[in-house]
């Protein structure tokens, strides 16, 4: 059975940083393109960044580029987000979905059919 679990989450200050991991099991994730959504209170899930299976390449929400890094460890069967300079404004729930269709790496909930339970990051002081 396909897994994803997602740790890494907590309560941090307004320019703190944050280390997401979101581990499989059941399947390895360096054939699959991985993404990262997350969902405030009263908002749609959107899109925060993935890595596609195909190149490796990577994408990001324009709202956290420079300050998020997405990465993969195939030792680990982990994929890490990497978030720096965190903003009231990242709060949320962070999931992590993956997807095994080798067709780039869009930032949209549908392209996804496996998904975590996710993680709460709050950031706030």
């Known amino acids: 059975q396909l897994q994803l679990v997602e740790s890494g989450g907590g309560l941090v200050q307004p320019g703190g940083s944050l280390r997401l991991s979101c581990a499989a099991s059941?399947?390895?994730?360096?054939?699959?393109?991985i993404g990262w959504f997350r969902q405030a209170p009263g908002k749609e899930r959107e899109g925060v960044s993935c890595?596609?299976?195909?190149?490796?390449?990577?994408n990001y929400v324009d709202s956290v580029k420079g300050r998020f890094a997405i990465s993969r460890d195939n030792a680990k069967n982990t994929v890490t987000l990497q978030m720096n300079s965190l903003k009231p404004e990242d709060t949320g729930v962070y999931y992590c979905a993956a997807e095994s269709a080798p067709w780039g790496c869009p930032l949209t909930t549908s392209y996804y059919d496996y998904w975590g339970q996710g993680t709460q990051v709050t950031v706030s002081s």
């Open positions: 890595i596609s299976s195909r190149d490796d390449s990577t």
């Open positions: 059941g399947f390895m994730l360096d054939y699959y393109t």
